[in-house]
């Protein structure tokens, strides 16, 4: 598996750990003449309608054109101008992305720039209908509309992990610019998936990327927002789940299968994160 398929895969797993806020939207139109210079403080997305933006980034300049959208990452300071004379509008939309308390998650992966419009089609047309209900009640279904906005960020995500996306607004090392790196974690999220059946200690995930057990857990928790155990638990549950609904196998057997001493240890970890008793799921 490549690193990009592998990276969001992790972002997979921890779905249910995700929280995404949106912060403010606001649809803007501006003429010919229109200059910006800023750095957004947050995740930044412009669905663009009419006209074509010139972003220019470290001297270098993309175009974005109806029906792109653009993402920015926090920090990253650039020049945004139209270039056609009748103006452009597009809507903007600030929004946070955090797993636990890593709030940069996303700068682990290359994703800020022009994301063609043929990439999110379905997704980007969801978002705009459910934003034109939004605008038109003061009282609009900000639910959806966050839903829309989630399936967006979900599907380029899921581009870049296929290879069919890749921003171009910043390189491939600067694109790790979080806390710590997914990558460097790599050979610990192997062990877990291949010996999720067994005990896991912390001391052998530490010597798997050559660092102290204490500062391990410390990088881990700020690369990905969780410390590790969190993690293995995650990942226990999702599976406990997809043993589960396959039906072909006991409690006793998915307690095994999982590392658990027992069955009893495994039941009151799983009611724990569902709720319910894994006999009773469905």
């Not at 900000?142 to 921003?167: D, F, H, M, S």
């Not at 990327?209 to 638990?233: D, M, W």
Request: hydrophobic residues 40%; neutral net charge.
């Amino acid at each position: 598996m490549d690193k990009q398929a592998a990276n969001m895969g992790i972002l997979s797993d921890l779905s249910e750990l995700i929280s995404l806020r949106m912060k403010s939207y606001l649809a803007l139109q501006h003429g010919s003449t229109w200059i910006e210079h800023r750095a957004h403080v947050d995740y930044d997305l412009w669905f663009i309608q009419e006209g074509t933006v010139a972003i220019t980034i470290k001297g270098v300049e993309h175009r974005a054109y109806p029906g792109d959208v653009v993402f920015f990452y926090p920090d990253i300071p650039y020049k945004a101008t139209t270039v056609d004379q009748q103006g452009c509008r597009f809507t903007y939309i600030h929004f946070d992305f955090e797993i636990g308390k890593q709030q940069r998650i996303l700068n682990d992966f290359q994703l800020s720039g022009i994301v063609p419009h043929e990439l999110l089609r379905e997704e980007v047309d969801l978002f705009n209908k459910a934003l034109a209900q939004a605008e038109q009640s003061p009282s609009g279904n900000r639910l959806y509309l966050k839903a829309c906005l989630t399936a967006v960020v979900a599907k380029i995500i899921e581009r870049y992990g296929q290879g069919q996306y890749t921003g171009a607004f910043i390189g491939e090392k600067e694109a790790r610019t979080s806390s710590g790196s997914l990558e460097l974690l790599h050979p610990v999220f192997d062990h877990i998936h291949h010996h999720i059946h067994q005990p896991i200690r912390m001391n052998e995930l530490a010597a798997l990327v050559g660092i102290s057990e204490k500062y391990f857990i410390t990088s881990f928790k700020k690369a990905l927002g969780i410390t590790p155990g969190q993690y293995i638990y995650q990942i226990r549950m999702n599976r406990a789940r997809d043993y589960l609904n396959e039906r072909k196998y006991s409690v006793q057997q998915i307690a095994s299968l999982l590392g658990y001493p027992d069955p009893f240890t495994f039941s009151k970890a799983f009611k724990k994160y569902y709720q319910v008793a894994p006999s009773k799921f469905e």
